[in-house]
């Protein structure tokens, strides 16, 4: 159980291109996504936290016109990084918490999205 | 500011000995901690969680958890090459958000 979806695992583009990111609980459903963006050896680093039906809520630092969240239902949160430039080449990976009434519930990670801007 | 401390390692083993991974948080409200390991290239993997002081042990693992201390370790018992992959300490303090360590990093020497 607890399977986050995450597509396309892969993308190359063009600098100036929009990419979208989906992220999918598959079986649960999720009121909170995170998306964290992961440069080479280096550490996992949140940039959004996703709420169901709301406003994302971003790290400091990080371009809300830039990265744009929307987390329409339960179960699907995107990502579109818009008019990406080469800096944005990156890991992205989104995760997900169950939605229970307790709180000590861990985020379940999609398997990340590589893209590559030329 | 909550955090969670690891050291960043390298951390190297020989095959079949024991791994010992070590986090301290700082949030004296932290109630839930997890262990993720994330191999080079791919996202983190949930693969032990803990939530009262004391051992909670899954078959090779073991995690250990003394709030006293604000301390979580990971043990790996017969360490294989396979276990060679980042991990990551997270704790969560009844909010939806996780605080993570920036992992260490685990080589196990065949």
């Known amino acids: 159980g607890a399977v986050v979806s995450q597509h396309p695992s892969w993308v190359i583009c063009k600098s100036g291109t929009s990419v979208k990111i989906e992220c999918r609980s598959l079986d649960f459903q999720a009121t909170t996504m995170f998306w964290y963006r992961q440069f080479p050896k280096q550490s996992l680093m949140l940039m959004a936290t996703s709420n169901e039906g709301s406003k994302a809520t971003y790290e400091q630092g990080v371009e809300k016109d830039k990265f744009l969240i929307n987390h329409a239902s339960l179960t699907l949160s995107t990502l579109t990084v818009t008019s990406a430039h080469p800096e944005d080449s990156s890991f992205y990976i989104c995760?997900?918490?169950?939605?229970?009434?307790?709180?000590?519930?861990?985020?379940?990670f999609g398997d990340g999205t590589r893209l590559s801007i030329l | 500011q909550k955090e969670v401390e690891q050291n960043s390692g390298p951390l190297s083993v020989p095959e079949g000995a024991i791994a010992s991974l070590n986090c301290t948080y700082s949030?004296?409200?932290?109630?839930?901690f997890f262990w993720y390991r994330q191999y080079s290239g791919k996202s983190p993997e949930l693969i032990m969680s803990i939530y009262s002081n004391g051992d909670k042990e899954d078959g090779r693992f073991t995690a250990q958890l003394n709030k006293a201390s604000q301390y979580v370790s990971l043990l790996i018992r017969d360490s294989q090459p396979s276990d060679s992959a980042t991990y990551l300490c997270?704790?969560?303090?009844?909010?939806?958000?996780?605080?993570f360590g920036k992992g260490t990093k685990l080589s196990v020497i065949p």
């Open positions: 949030d004296r409200g932290s109630q839930s």
């Open positions: 995760s997900a918490r169950l939605l229970r009434g307790d709180s000590n519930q861990p985020q379940h």
């Open positions: 997270a704790a969560g303090a009844g909010s939806y958000q996780l605080t």
